[in-house]
């Protein structure tokens, strides 16, 4: 049977009296969505919890391939559809390996404009000049959404018919990557509940950020796609880890499931797995967690049961203190406060060509 076509409904002719409040967070959302759908399906589109001076972050799923991106938008251009942003420096401090994307949101204010800007942040510093505005030092940059674009930009101005095209230049994102396992037919007692899940990524999310307030971003993907719960962005080594997080009650034998989702699941170094323990009261246990490398779940097996007293011997070298957890896994995946790493190497972030 042959798919309908339907047209797109016209456009309305509402007057809309916007808050500058409002212009950024649509732009963002509209931005995402362009995103997510010209990925295809290979990519997911997160949002940071704070935002702290990056606006979306663009990852191939089943990698930690992961582009961070700031947005500028605009609701009126000139006669000739040009605009003249002033971007303060301060609003880019924070953005490392990523891109500033410049978009036009015309009247009526529901849909982006077909052509963007998207500039990798150490061309932008480069070619754009620093002037006062308003005696911010601010990046002088002028968006022609019409018309020729100055040869300084031309290679930056992308047209949302080609943004998968854009999205497939980035370096690492159309390598071949290993097929997920075949789903196994087996009996799975399920050790969690979406909102019993809920409670344990709530409690890992505020003791990271505890662990260092106003230093770590927490990006969680607009809808959860692949084994990663959350993104944690520091905003010192630009590093950015992963974590999945399980969340399991303890029967009254005193043992939980853990249960990893093969299909979905893939290693990385800078991907952890945390699970956290609930009592039948649902409050988290407070004596310890565990967190594993992804590296290490194959051989440790993706369907167990474990017992927590004894702990079973080969999940204890993963034990943390709860109350622990936050500098723990911040020390791990970003380096301890004399900044030295206890991963084998930093992967920088990577971004398009």
């Known amino acids: 049977m042959a798919r309908a076509s339907l047209r797109p409904r016209p456009r309305p002719h509402w007057r809309t009296e916007l808050s ?13 969505v362009a995103l997510a759908a010209a990925a295809g399906g290979t990519g997911s589109v997160g949002r940071p919890r704070i935002d702290k001076g990056i606006d979306l972050y663009l990852r191939r799923l089943r990698t930690m391939l992961i582009v961070p991106i700031q947005v500028k938008a605009s609701l009126v251009v000139g006669p000739d559809g040009a605009v003249t942003y002033f971007v303060p420096e301060e609003d880019l401090r924070m953005l490392a390996n990523g891109f500033v994307a410049f978009v036009h949101i015309p009247a009526p204010h529901d849909q982006l404009y077909e052509r963007t800007f998207l500039v990798p942040i150490e ?27 100055d040869e300084d930009w031309a290679s930056f101005a992308v047209d949302l018919d080609q943004l998968s095209r854009w999205i497939a230049r980035i370096s690492g994102w159309t390598t ?14 399920k050790a969690e509940t979406y909102d019993l899940g809920a409670l344990g990524s709530l409690w890992a999310e505020a003791e990271v950020d505890r662990a260092a ?20 962005h520091d905003l010192n080594t630009h590093i950015i880890a992963g974590l999945h997080i399980r969340t399991a009650v303890i029967t009254d034998a005193g043992t939980i499931h853990f249960d ?24 988290v246990r407070e004596d310890f967690v565990l967190l594993v490398p992804s590296a290490d779940i194959p051989a440790l097996g993706f369907s167990e049961t474990i017992t927590l007293d004894p702990l079973t011997e080969r999940f204890r070298r993963y034990q ?13 995946a970003f380096g301890n406060s004399r900044g030295t790493s206890r991963l084998g190497s930093r992967l920088p972030l990577r971004s398009a060509s």
């Not at 500058?20 to 732009?27: K, W």
């Open 123 to 149: 061309e932008f510093r480069k070619r754009s000049h620093i002037v006062a505005h308003h005696r911010i030092p601010c990046y002088e940059f002028r968006a022609q959404f019409a018309g020729e674009v």
């Open 20 to 32: 500058a409040a409002q212009i950024g967070p649509m732009a963002e959302d509209l931005l995402g």
């Open 260 to 283: 990893v989702q093969r299909p979905h699941f893939f290693v990385d170094p800078t991907l952890w797995v945390l699970v956290v323990f609930l009592g039948r009261d649902l409050r």
């Open 213 to 232: 307030v106003g230093q770590l971003v927490i990006i969680e993907d607009r809808t959860r796609l692949d084994t990663v719960t959350v993104l944690i």
């Open 176 to 189: 071949e990557l290993p097929a997920p396992p075949a789903p196994q037919r087996e009996a799975i007692t």
């Open 320 to 332: 943390v203190t709860a109350s622990e957890f936050g500098k723990a896994f911040t020390d791990k």
